[in-house]
Structure formats: C-alpha cells, structure tokens
C-alpha cells in the first residue's frame, strides 16, 4: 500500500521546542517561590502560612482563568495571548519587588498568574495537541519539561538572592520575561500543521500501522468511535462522568505535589540543613522531574492510567524517604527522595494534558484543557496553604504525610476513572 512520504524533518518539534523555552520563564516564579519564601520570611516574620498565602492566592487565580484563557487561545489564537502573557507576568514581578506589606505581596503575586496562565502551560499545549497524535505523550512530555526546568534554575536565583536580595532578583525576572518570550512567539511559532501545508504526525486516527525507529509496528486504535468523534464542547464534557474523574486526577495530584515542592526547603532547614542545600535539592528536583517528563512518553505505549499509577507508586516511596530526612544522617535521604519523588512527578505531569487530548481531542480543547490545569492549581493552592497551617498549628510538617500518602493513592484512582484506554489506545 503506497503511503504518503513526510517530511525528514516534522516543524512540530520546533514548536515543542518554544513550548519549552516559554514554559520555564512562565513558571519560574512560581517554581522558584520556595527558596523566595525563606528570604521573605526572614525579613518580614510573617507566619509561614499567612507567607504561603500569597502563592495560593495566585493559584486560586491561575485555576479561575484557566478555562477563560483556554476558551481564548480556541478563539483567537496563541499569537495574541501570550505576547499579553508576558507583558503583564513582567509588570507584576515588578510590583513584586516593592511590597512591604502582606495585602501587596497577595495583590501583587496574585497578578503574576494572569501572565504565568496566558504564557504557559495551557495555551502552549493546546497547540501541541494539535500537531502531534501519535507522539502525544512524548511532545507534551518534552513541553512539559519546562516545568520541572525551571527548578534547576533555583540555585542560580538563590545565588542572586544571596547577592542582590529577593526583591532585585524579582527586577531581573521581569526583564527575561519580556526579552524571550515575544520574539519566540512571532518568528517561529505555528499554531496548526495546516498552516504549513502539514498534517498532524500520522493524522490519520484510525486501528492503522506504521513503523517506528526499530523497524517494529505499532497501531493506534479508536476503542470508541461514537465519543471520539464527537466535537466535545465544555457544557458536553461536563455532563459526562470522564471529565470530573479527570478533574478530580488534577485536584489531588496538585494538593500532593505542591505541598511538598512549596516547603521542601523550609522542611530541610528546619531538619538541619542549610539554605544552600536546600537549594540545590530544588536543582536536583528540576534535573530528575524533567528526566521524568521525557520518560512520559512511555504512556504512548502503557497507556495513560498504568504509567500515572507506577508514577504514583514511585512518589509514595520518595515521599517515605523525605519524612525520614534529618541533618544528622547526612544528604543521603534528601538526595534519594530528591531523584525517586521528582522523577515520579516529571512522569506524571504531562499526562493530565494527554489524557485530556485523549478524551476530548477537537476545536474546543482548549478551555477543557484550561479547566484540567486549573483545578490542577487550585489543589496546588489547597496543598501549599493548608501545610503551611498545619506547620503553624502542630509546629511540625509530620502530620501532613499520612493525608499526602492518601492523596497520591487517590489521584490513581481517579486516573482509572477517566479511563483514557476506552478511548484511544497505542498497542505495544
């Protein structure tokens, strides 16, 4: 059977690749405010939960407008959203750097996820979704890498914190933020294959064959042809279990995660280790989960719900030895939760955008997409204020382990609830 001859080299991957670059200057605030949290901390002594606040704040706000920004980028296009991204994220790192008060620090952070939402992860693999069908787990997972990229940037702000201060670093984030992102933007990004005279990468989504780099055949099969051909609005997938099953994924993965990414150096420090250590275990962080984020493309061949489920596994088991982790036993259990944990979350953030294409591919991924993210966020939101208070109120990050064992188990099974498998399947 004569098949159609592609192009050496496919342009989707130029557009993952400024999916990337954008995605680490979007969140870097976001990623970074650990080691932020400490140097605010000292100079204003507010409570470590009142301090946190700001960020989940910005989170709340971040998961509000997601669908919003979601519904945007579906009508109007990348190219007018995020150039608006980074100029406000810029604005808003400015105010950051001249807060004195708490209602400024909330006002102020709060800001930055208007920018962080309109330059980051929604609109950048809304576009991706488009481009890729078969390679979906690994396109989002490379894309995706931005966001645990961003970590192994932390020592180096950690540096500049400890040689400017907190609120100069703040300056010279907002300065990146508008000199990379717009250029980007406008020179090489290319909303749809169709736009090139392209098709998305083996566009075709039926029960068909193609062979990969090792000479072995691979299908890709529609297991439901009725949902996955229909043109799945927001008010359609609302009404079907999939989505809130999907949603409920996001929320606790995001409760889970970020109450450990937030306080994982506050943690360290008060176990007995030093700022800088503390520091370069957020780097190591960044390394380990964007091997992670890589390695998701494994998905494309398990399935979405048994690679979700080991990676939920993987973080139990780092999560154990980072309960354990005191400075009287040296670096070893921070550096074995640091490398097991962090890859587990690499592999496991893409797949909440796959899964979502997976269910929901069409013309209004978009604001599906937005509202996955969002409610992502607001659990991020939830798990950063909340081991903040208990912290406040026990004096201690212990109490907060058992629930974070619960969670991390619950958010599989609510994987399995989406059941992507009976929608779209890659064979092995």
């Not at 090489?188 to 083996?202: C, I, Q, S, T, V």
């Amino acid at each position: 059977m004569k098949t159609e001859k592609r192009p050496y080299f496919y342009y989707g991957w130029v557009v993952v690749s400024v999916a990337l670059v954008n995605i680490i200057i979007a969140y870097l605030v976001r990623y970074s405010y650990s080691i932020f949290f400490v140097a605010i901390l000292e100079e204003f002594q507010w409570s470590r939960a009142t301090t946190m606040g700001a960020l989940s704040l910005s989170l709340v706000v971040y998961s509000v407008g997601a669908p919003f920004i979601g519904g945007l980028v579906d009508r109007y296009g990348i190219k007018k959203v995020v150039p608006l991204g980074a100029i406000a994220l810029s604005l808003s790192l400015l105010f950051c750097s001249a807060v004195n008060s708490v209602w400024q620090m909330y006002l102020a952070f709060g800001l930055t996820a208007v920018g962080t939402l309109s330059l980051g992860y929604v609109p950048h693999l809304t576009i991706i979704a488009n481009w890729f069908i078969r390679r979906r787990g690994l396109a989002m997972g490379i894309a995706t890498a931005g966001l645990s990229l961003t970590m192994l940037l932390v020592p180096f702000l950690q540096i500049l914190i400890l040689s400017f201060g907190w609120r100069n670093t703040y300056i010279i984030l907002a300065a990146s933020t508008i000199v990379i992102p717009i250029p980007l933007i406008f020179l090489f990004l290319r909303e749809k294959p169709e736009d090139m005279g392209l098709k998305a990468d083996d566009a075709k989504e039926t029960t068909e064959t193609r062979t990969d780099n090792k000479g072995k055949k691979r299908e890709m099969t529609i297991v439901d042809e009725a949902w996955a051909s229909n043109d799945w609005t927001l008010g359609g997938a609302a009404r079907t279990i999939r989505l809130w099953s999907l949603v409920m994924m996001a929320f606790t993965y995001g409760i889970w995660s970020y109450s450990i990414m937030m306080h994982q150096v506050a943690f360290l420090i008060d176990a007995g280790y030093g700022k800088e250590f503390g520091a370069s275990i957020v780097g190591i962080f960044g390394l380990t989960a964007t091997l992670g984020a890589v390695a998701a493309f494994v998905s494309d061949k398990w399935g979405r719900e048994k690679t979700y489920t080991l990676s939920a596994l993987g973080a139990i088991v780092g999560l154990i030895f980072f309960q354990l982790s005191r400075g009287a036993y040296g670096p070893v259990l921070p550096y074995i939760y640091v490398v097991v944990f962090g890859f587990s979350f690499g592999v496991s953030s893409p797949l909440l955008a796959a899964t979502a294409a997976d269910l929901f591919q069409g013309k209004h991924l978009g604001v599906i997409n937005g509202l996955v993210m969002g409610s992502f966020v607001i659990g991020g939101a939830v798990g950063a204020w909340l081991t903040g208070w208990i912290y406040d109120f026990y004096g201690s990050y212990y109490p907060t382990f058992p629930l974070l064992y619960f969670l991390v188990l619950l958010s599989a099974f609510f994987t399995w609830m989406a059941a992507p498998r009976k929608v779209r399947r890659t064979a092995p």
